[in-house]
């Protein structure tokens, strides 16, 4: 991982201007297990930084969902692909781009995937998988994918909490 | 996976020893918790204390948990951290598995006193 600190947080800035110019740049291989470990060390970082548990828990959630997309799908038929993750924080809010050379989305676009209401469901229906795009829908904003070249990029932003910088 | 388990009466506790229940490990999850709930008859009480972090293929995981053990089982959800109760409630799997604050509060409902 290299992570480049643009700028400490300087507390006698007081709250009136809640910026942290931090970011990083990481490389990781297209595998479950490096998604695991990536997540561990970039909220570890970002722990350190100060920001809040809530916004942390988002933010890894976000890109897990993200990232195993991309192992799943986009490299499924690939044994060596690669995820490029840019991550900073500053002017309130974690902003992320994550690119691959995998496949494209179907019809280049996001999925729609249903919301359920798994309540109303018998056990053997419930549904195992899913989730995803829905979980990344309700924690981001900006959500926006384009296929550019061979590339998928996909970009959103994660609001931090006034209280937490 | 390592997933601690231990009977009182009927009822079957799995306690997960892991951080993560992702894509890492989701398989490894559903076959372990087949190989632990064969010979369970009453409910089964899993025990997340550990747990920090659940995705959406570890709650897919946890999903398969609960129909191996069928219309008439019951999985039942313990000591969750905050980051796991927000993905159930977001996926609104809090309706569909009955979650207790604590180990003793799940044992407590099934009339179950916790082990010493």
Known sequence: MNLVKLATPDPLDGPSDPKIGWQSQIALSATPQEVSRCLVGLCQDLLQLGLSIENLFSLELVLAEILNNIVEHAYSDASNGTIQIQVSVHDMAIWCVVQDTGKAMPNAQLPKQPRYDPQDMAVQDLPEGGFGWTLIRDLTHDLKYVRKGNFNKCSFRIDLEAQTV | ?116
Request: charged share 20%; with cysteine.
């Open chain 2, 1 to 116: 996976m390592n997933i601690h388990s231990e009977s009182i009466g009927q009822v079957t506790i799995l306690r997960v020893g892991a951080d993560r229940i992702d894509a890492a490990v989701a398989i490894q999850f559903k076959d372990t918790f087949r190989d632990l709930v064969a010979d369970a008859t009453g409910p089964v009480i899993l025990d997340l204390e550990q747990v920090s972090f659940l995705d959406s293929s570890g709650l897919g995981a946890v999903v398969a948990a609960r129909k191996i053990l069928g219309d008439a089982g019951e999985l039942e959800l313990c000591s969750l951290s905050p980051a796991v109760d927000k993905v159930m409630k977001l996926t609104r799997m809090n309706t569909v598995f009955p979650i207790h604050g604590s180990l003793d509060a799940a044992l407590n409902s099934h009339g179950v006193a916790p082990a010493a």
